[in-house]
């Protein structure tokens, strides 16, 4: 008989990191079934988990299907109640499960819910996938509460609190699996990066509600599978941002914001190229062009309703940059 919530931890060759944090997992989730997908990894995670963690289940998968892949194909394995979508290079705390399980159970409109994410390096810092919880400018930009772009927060307790977010980070994203099947997962044209991010604004579409809790916290190292100076990285953040707001946005803010946030990259690419060089601003043009080859796909998974208000701030990149805020 399996328990409520299912803890699933996604692996690609990633032995150290399990070695480093699988513990913490094993010995604060003892409510929990612990799984660990694996992309056809080629090292010797499978047989390092098999060993040390018996107890936890493994499902393998027969190939690398990155981030959004790898959980859709893995996940038809698991019938919990819950899911919770775990990093694997992320340590939890005690008792890190209950006040999530406790809003799933006050509000079935609730569909997914992410604890506070501090950094693992900087224990009194937020960290920058997830923070205090995801929201969303009216441009389209994500962002946190504890950190707008590569501004962080230090944590004072300002975000201890419980409060509807547009988006749950990825690295500790928990969420129904009734609503998970009900999206159809995650998009897998995205590989990695906003996925989760597209997959909340469904949710929102559909009529669900996002969750933070500041009661449950976990620390995240962060670019343990990309590094954030990764041109690979800004490809695929750019490429699946255009595609995340053309599924999801209603119709008449569509054609102006695209074409807006088509310029700005290119500002963005440029600046890129003068900070980290020649690929970054070649990662802007590849992504505007992954965008365009993946257009009429993504035009047909739009949905029949997206609500008209989907952000908490406005002109958040010219307040930021220009304004110092």
């Known amino acids: ?28 989730s003892q409510d929990a079934d612990i799984y660990v997908i694996d992309n056809l990894s080629t090292d010797d995670s499978i047989e390092f988990i098999q060993t040390y963690f018996p ?20 996940l038809k394995e698991i019938s919990n109640e819950y899911y919770c979508l775990l990093n694997s290079d992320v340590e939890v705390t005690e008792n890190w499960i209950y006040p999530v399980l406790d809003i799933f159970e006050k509000d079935a409109s609730i569909a997914a819910v992410q604890p506070k994410i501090l950094s693992f390096n900087h224990k009194n810092m937020f ?30 307790g300002q975000y201890d609190d419980e409060t509807e977010i ?34 909340c604004w469904r949710l929102i579409n559909s009529g669900k509600k996002i969750f933070y809790t500041g009661k449950s916290r976990v620390y995240h190292v962060g670019g343990g599978t990309l590094n954030k100076q990764s041109a690979q990285k800004t490809y695929l953040n750019i490429r699946n941002n255009l595609s995340m707001m053309l599924k999801n946005l209603p119709f008449p803010k569509l054609i102006w914001l695209i074409f ?66």
């Open 1 to 28: 008989m399996p328990k409520k919530l299912a803890v699933v931890i996604l692996n690609w060759n990633g032995k150290n990191w399990l070695e480093k944090f699988l513990p913490s997992v094993v010995s604060f």
């Open 260 to 325: 807006f946030r088509l310029c700005l990259d290119g500002i963005a690419g440029i600046y890129f190229g003068l900070k980290n060089g020649f690929p970054h601003l070649w990662a802007v043009v590849r992504a505007h062009f992954g965008f365009y080859g993946q257009l009429p796909g993504t035009w047909k998974l739009r949905q029949n309703h997206q609500k008209e208000t989907f952000y908490q701030s406005k002109w958040l990149i010219f307040k930021h940059f220009l304004g110092s805020k």
């Open 55 to 74: 107890d936890v289940k493994i499902v393998k998968n027969n190939d690398n299907y990155g981030f959004a892949g790898g959980y859709n194909a893995g």
């Open 166 to 199: 547009f988006w749950a980070s990825g690295c500790c994203f928990f969420i129904r699996s009734k609503d998970f099947r009900e999206q159809k997962g995650f998009d897998e044209r995205f590989f990695a990066h906003q996925e989760e991010i597209d997959l």
């Open 127 to 156: 960290e920058f996938a997830g923070a205090g919880g995801g929201l969303i400018d009216n441009l389209g930009y994500p962002y946190c509460r504890g950190r707008v772009f590569d501004d962080l927060e230090e944590d004072k």
